[in-house]
Nanobody
Framework: QVQLVESGGGLVQDGDSLRLSCSAS????????MAWFRQAPGKEREFVAG????????EYADSVQGRFTVSRDNVKNTADLQMNSLKPEDTAVYYC????????????????WGQGAQVTVSS
C-alpha cells in the first residue's frame, strides 16, 4: 500500500500563493486517483481537488475553482496542489489521499492518507 507525505504548507498573507506537494512511496502510484482534502477547525473534512491516475481528468470544489491547480508526475511519484489567490477561508490542514476509485469526493472512499500540512492565510 502506498504511503503519502505532504510538504509545502506554511503561513502566507491574503492573495499569496503556495504549493503543496505529496510524495508517494511506491511505484504503483500511477494506479491511483489522487486527491487533496482540507479540514478547518470545527469543520468536516472536505474535498478540494482530485486528479485521475493518468492525469487526464481533474475536478475541483467550487470554492477553489480557478484558483487552485492539481497536477501529478507519475515518474517522480508526486501530486501537487498549486494554490493561488489564497484567502483566509482557505486556512486548514490539507491532506493528500489516494484511491483506486475514479475521482470520488467522499473522503470515506479514500484508503490512504498523508499526515497533513497546515496552511494558514492571514488577512
Amino acid at each position: 500500500q502506498v504511503q503519502l507525505v505532504e510538504s509545502g504548507g506554511g503561513l502566507v498573507q491574503d492573495g499569496d500563493s503556495l504549493r503543496l506537494s505529496c510524495s508517494a512511496s511506491r511505484r504503483s502510484f500511477s494506479r491511483y486517483t489522487m486527491a487533496w482534502f482540507r479540514q478547518a477547525p470545527g469543520k468536516e473534512r472536505e474535498f478540494v481537488a482530485g486528479i485521475t491516475s493518468s492525469g487526464q481528468s481533474t475536478e475541483y470544489a467550487d470554492s477553489v475553482q480557478g484558483r487552485f491547480t492539481v497536477s501529478r508526475d507519475n515518474v517522480k511519484n508526486t501530486a501537487d496542489l498549486q494554490m493561488n489567490s489564497l484567502k483566509p477561508e482557505d486556512t486548514a490542514v490539507y491532506y493528500c489521499a489516494s484511491t483506486f476509485l475514479i475521482m470520488p469526493t467522499d473522503p470515506d472512499k479514500y484508503h490512504t492518507w498523508g499526515q497533513g500540512a497546515q496552511v494558514t492565510v492571514s488577512s
